[in-house]
């Protein structure tokens, strides 16, 4: 079946180093999401990638989504603690629902 | 405003239990409903998801099932709990653009 592979599974940073996370698909992408959980808590929607080479930004987080549309991206600059947590990419499914990367588990040290 | 809600927080239940966990939907109408289950620093499994009213779609077979008995309620359910049930499970709407509001997760111990 459809699959969305996300790379690194870990991350272990220092505070104001940089991080970033890829998501690669074999087939094209109608787009892609990206969410973010924290410790304990639910994964929440951060953003929507629709267009070929589309970049977006919410304060320190860049994301990308590449240029055929099989791959993207979400770059943090300068982590902060409250930066920690679980990325997660996901692709829209052929039955409509969403296919979930395994995620970035992202620890930031003080 | 929508929001969605699931309870219970938390559950510890002994093998053989049955299972009954709810999310209801509130602020919109037909919304897809899933569920999924999380493993302790895994990814998301999607276990069933809902089009509508009495509409259940099953990704993986096991011994849980789920019930749409109202267009903004679902239910997960299991009649005999395994040790291998345990996880954070997830409950999740979204319309047509398929942008997923999750709840906030019930995380169930089975011992």
């Known amino acids: 079946g459809q699959q969305v592979m996300q790379i690194p599974q870990y991350q272990h940073v220092q505070e104001g180093e940089d991080f970033t996370t890829y998501c690669n698909s074999s087939?094209?992408?109608?787009?892609i999401q990206w969410y973010k959980q924290r410790p304990g808590g639910h994964p929440v929607f951060l953003i929507q990638?629709?267009?070929?080479?589309e970049v977006k930004k919410q304060k320190r987080l860049t994301f990308q989504f590449g240029e055929a549309k099989k791959n993207s991206s979400l770059h943090i600059t300068a982590t902060q603690t409250t930066d920690v947590g679980t990325y997660f990419c996901?692709?829209?499914?052929?039955?409509?629902?969403?296919?979930f990367g395994k995620g970035t588990k992202l620890s930031v040290k003080p | 405003s929508q929001t969605i809600h699931q309870w219970p927080a938390t559950l510890v239940q002994p093998v053989g239990s049955p299972l009954s966990l709810e999310c209801t939907v509130e602020?919109?109408?037909?919304?897809?409903l899933y569920w999924y289950r999380q493993a302790a620093g895994r990814g998301l499994q999607l276990l069933f998801y809902s089009v509508g009213i009495g509409q259940i779609s099953s990704e993986v077979p096991q011994n849980l099932s789920a019930s749409r008995p109202q267009d903004r309620q679902f239910i997960l359910s299991s009649k005999k709990l395994l040790l291998s049930d345990s996880g954070f499970y997830l409950c999740?709407?979204?319309?047509?653009?398929?942008?997923?509001?999750f709840g906030a997760g019930t995380r169930l111990s089975v011992l």
């Open positions: 087939t094209t992408l109608s787009n």
């Open positions: 602020g919109t109408s037909n919304p897809n």
């Open positions: 999740a709407w979204d319309l047509a653009k398929n942008i997923q509001y």
């Open positions: 990638l629709v267009k070929s080479g």
């Open positions: 996901a692709a829209g499914g052929s039955q409509g629902n969403l296919i």
